[in-house]
């Protein structure tokens, strides 16, 4: 064979599973459709959101939070030419250290669209017209995903646009429709309500990420609607026209009643579907599961063919780039003859709004659902002395441990820099620690990290020190 592993698909999962193979010795290829590498997470979903989202970040705090620190400013105003160049020199200069990674690991890249011929070859159509097959022994799939989209409404890209689109507007919308509460279109309704835009979000649920613990959910209801973002729950959107600059989306509210919404730009988003077409799947026996339309795997994410792999948004379990890498390195490893494994239950998730949102475990109505008996403790940052410095109060940290045994069982957040502060309790679940366990620990005082211990304290015979 030409090669020992074949990926079809650069994105997280992609390159990091070429990584690992080329690191464990296996002479590797990866092929990618797009002129750039790094998948939908380096060029239009984690990193440009992230760019975006810190920008819009400052200049709210410039408008709102400046003036208390003791900073005064004036013609403050947004320059959206600019803040669309920085992010896109922000994905520039990581999809460029994926080139680089690719080069000091020695794999072969290749640029198009990669399908299988059989089991064992890859068909390569690039965008010239030309084709070449090239053989592997084995094959992974981490094609990730699309933005989903609804049959009843058009997206022209224009003013019915996705996340992909939402990532290069050249103005600030005067009113945002978004079509969804779930992460996605909450971090990129944040972007540009902190930018000045009216935002509505029209959610079929009775609550935001309602994937999430249901504690964070209601906290970042509440810390959005401050930033000025309405809500409307339970509403089952039934259409969305355009007209000029104008775009009428209709819905019906939870009586059955139609309403109607006019704006300039809707924002349709309502998960990501798997990218799973022209693979040429049916040429090795493979088909998709109708709903989502992900492959099959089993317990070492292999499919029904032996050699040919799937990993990441292709595959069961939650749409996330760590995850898709987690399942790279998995692949590779077991590739290779070694044991790895993943526990899914203690893959973190993570909201980049502001306050950030973070969860890890169970949930509380997952352990109710269960018929698990466990104790709860939580600690508002509003008592946190170094969320006051920062006027960062907003939110909390809610622990849930075994009633019996201690054990950690889920940690939920909302709060500043909980996308970081949640590694703590990933770190501390891996090794089976108990509330207890994390009340001991000393923390840096003072730190946003005070807060988990003192939900872990509130958590061990209600012996939290600051509430």
């Known amino acids: 064979?030409?090669?020992?592993?074949?990926?079809?698909?650069?994105?997280?999962?992609?390159?990091?599973?070429?990584?690992?193979?080329?690191?464990?010795?296996?002479?590797?290829?990866?092929?990618?459709?797009?002129?750039?590498?790094?998948?939908?997470c380096l060029n239009v979903g984690c990193i440009p959101s992230k760019a975006l989202l810190d920008s819009s970040e400052h200049y709210h705090n410039a408008a709102h939070t400046f003036?208390?620190?003791?900073?005064?400013?004036?013609?403050?105003?947004?320059?959206?030419?600019?803040?669309?160049?920085?992010?896109?020199e922000v994905?520039?200069?990581?999809?460029?250290?994926?080139?680089?990674?690719?080069?000091?690991?020695?794999?072969?890249?290749?640029?198009?669209?990669?399908?299988?011929?059989?089991?064992?070859?890859?068909?390569?159509?690039?965008?010239?017209?030309?084709?070449?097959?090239?053989?592997?022994?084995?094959?992974?799939?981490?094609?990730?995903?699309?933005?989903?989209?609804?049959?009843?409404i058009s997206v022209d890209k224009k003013r019915i646009i996705t996340s992909t689109e939402a990532l290069n507007?050249?103005?600030?919308?005067?009113?945002?429709?978004?079509?969804?509460?779930?992460?996605?279109?909450?971090?990129?309704?944040?972007?540009?309500?902190?930018?000045?835009?009216?935002?509505?979000?029209?959610e079929f649920a009775d609550s935001i990420i309602s994937t999430m613990d249901k504690t964070l959910g209601a906290e970042l209801l509440r810390s959005l609607k401050k930033l000025g973002m309405e809500f409307l729950l339970g509403h089952k959107v039934t259409g969305a026209s355009v007209k000029g600059n104008k775009v009428t989306v209709t819905a019906d509210d939870p009586s059955g009643k139609g309403i109607s919404l006019e704006g300039d730009y809707c924002l349709l988003a309502v998960g990501r579907t798997a990218y799973t077409e022209g693979l040429g799947l049916e040429n090795i026996g493979l088909t998709v599961e109708e709903r989502g339309k992900k492959i099959t795997v089993d317990e070492?994410?292999?499919?029904?063919?032996?050699?040919?792999?799937?990993?990441?948004?292709?595959?069961?379990g939650a749409m996330l780039a760590h995850k898709a890498e987690d399942e790279g390195v998995f692949v590779a490893e077991y590739i290779a003859g070694q044991k790895p494994h993943i526990n899914y239950n203690l893959i973190?998730?993570?909201?980049?709004?502001?306050p950030e949102v973070a969860s890890v475990g169970y949930t509380e109505e997952q352990l109710k659902e269960q018929g698990k008996k466990y104790k709860v403790g939580s600690f508002p940052f509003k008592a946190s002395g170094r969320a006051r410095a920062s006027m960062d109060t907003d939110g909390l940290v809610k622990v849930l441990a075994d009633a019996e045994t201690d054990e950690l069982l889920g940690v939920h957040m909302i709060g500043?820099?909980?996308?970081?502060?949640?590694?703590?309790?990933?770190?501390?679940?891996?090794?089976?620690?108990?509330?207890?366990?994390?009340?001991r620990i000393c923390h840096a005082h003072p730190t946003f990290t005070e807060a988990f211990k003192e939900a872990a304290l509130a958590a061990t015979e209600n012996r939290a020190i600051h509430i």
């Open 300 to 316: 070492n994410l292999q499919t029904k063919v032996p050699g040919i792999y799937a990993i990441g948004d292709v595959v069961r």
């Open 91 to 152: 994905v520039e200069q990581t999809t460029a250290g994926i080139v680089y990674l690719f080069k000091k690991n020695k794999i072969t890249s290749y640029q198009g669209h990669g399908s299988f011929v059989d089991k064992n070859t890859i068909k390569i159509s690039k965008a010239d017209g030309s084709a070449e097959n090239i053989t592997a022994k084995n094959v992974i799939i981490a094609t990730g995903s699309k933005p989903t989209e609804l049959p009843f």
């Open 416 to 439: 500043p820099r909980v996308a970081d502060v949640i590694a703590e309790a990933v770190v501390a679940m891996e090794f089976r620690a108990s509330a207890e366990d994390i009340a």
């Open 169 to 202: 507007l050249k103005e600030v919308p005067k009113h945002l429709i978004l079509i969804g509460g779930g992460v996605i279109g909450l971090e990129l309704g944040s972007v540009y309500a902190r930018l000045g835009a009216k935002v509505t979000v029209v």
């Open 67 to 88: 003036q208390t620190h003791g900073i005064k400013l004036k013609d403050l105003k947004v320059d959206m030419p600019q803040m669309i160049k920085r992010k896109n």
């Open 1 to 40: 064979m030409q090669y020992d592993v074949v990926v079809i698909g650069s994105g997280p999962g992609g390159y990091v599973a070429a990584i690992r193979c080329a690191q464990l010795g296996l002479k590797t290829a990866i092929v990618e459709k797009y002129a750039t590498f790094g998948g939908t």
């Open 348 to 354: 973190p998730g993570v909201v980049y709004t502001w």
